[in-house]
């Protein structure tokens, strides 16, 4: 069984610039979760997708971040523009079922962005 | 949000038994805990999850005192490919919000021969 997945692993791009990273969660599960470790920082929640609806965004720092879920599948992060402090690694997990239910939720690899 | 508080560091040596203890003054009731672990360039990975008293699997053991105030997370036997870091988390079933799990600074474990 595929795990999560994430695209890219890395990614350099230009202070100002657009990017967006893209994860593929374990096939059949409908929660989503995007988290981000800036430098020397703990991990930090983003937002929650349960199947393509956003169960809760309040973690997501500005109005420069868009998390989309079409059709309850993949989704993607898109940060426009970006900002020299959004580096750091996103990272994004999934579950079957809501997490903290007695429930375990599976992480990607992450994706290293830096901002130059 | 319930805060965790763990030890920065911890350093073993092979084959010894190691405890990370996990302090979280203000669970709530509905709370359960979970410890993740991780290597470098990886995402965290599932570990144990309990409520109270003691949880074994086949990787560690998860140790609650009565008041839940604390959680020992217990790996027998380490080897060198156990150096990682290990995350306590403390959630909310009401909420059911993944906002409510913060990871905190971890304990990095490094395993020495």
């Known amino acids: 069984e595929a795990g999560v997945t994430q695209f890219p692993s890395h990614s350099v791009i230009e202070k100002g610039q657009t990017v967006t990273l893209r994860c593929d969660p374990i096939?059949?599960?409908?929660?989503l979760y995007w988290y981000r470790r800036v430098m020397g920082k703990e991990i930090k929640f983003l937002l929650h997708?349960?199947?393509?609806?956003?169960?809760?965004e309040s973690g997501m720092p500005n109005n420069r971040f868009l998390a989309e879920r079409t059709g309850g599948t993949y989704s993607t992060l898109k940060v426009q523009p970006a900002e020299l402090e959004d580096s750091g690694v996103y990272f994004c997990?999934?579950?079957?079922?809501?997490?903290?239910?007695?429930?375990?939720?599976?992480f990607g690899q992450g994706t290293r962005l830096t901002v130059v | 949000l319930a805060k965790t508080t763990q030890p920065i560091s911890m350093d073993s040596y092979e084959g010894q038994e190691v405890n990370i203890t996990c302090s979280h003054n203000?669970?709530?009731?509905?709370?359960?805990i979970t410890w993740y672990q991780q290597f470098p360039s990886q995402g965290p990975r599932f570990i144990i999850q309990?409520?109270?008293t003691k949880v074994t699997n086949e990787v560690a053991s998860l140790f609650i005192p009565a008041d839940r105030k604390s959680s020992t997370l217990s790996l027998p036997r380490v080897s060198l490919s156990d150096t990682a870091v290990y995350y306590c988390?403390?959630?909310?079933?009401?909420?059911?919000?993944?906002?409510?799990?913060?990871f905190g600074s971890g304990t990095q474990l490094t395993v020495l021969p």
């Open positions: 203000n669970i709530a009731t509905n709370d359960y």
């Open positions: 309990g409520y109270k």
């Open positions: 997708f349960v199947k393509e609806s956003k169960q809760d």
């Open positions: 096939s059949g599960h409908d929660n």
């Open positions: 997990a999934s579950s079957q079922d809501g997490w903290a239910q007695n429930t375990e939720a599976f």
């Open positions: 988390l403390v959630g909310s079933i009401s909420s059911g919000s993944a906002r409510q799990l913060t």
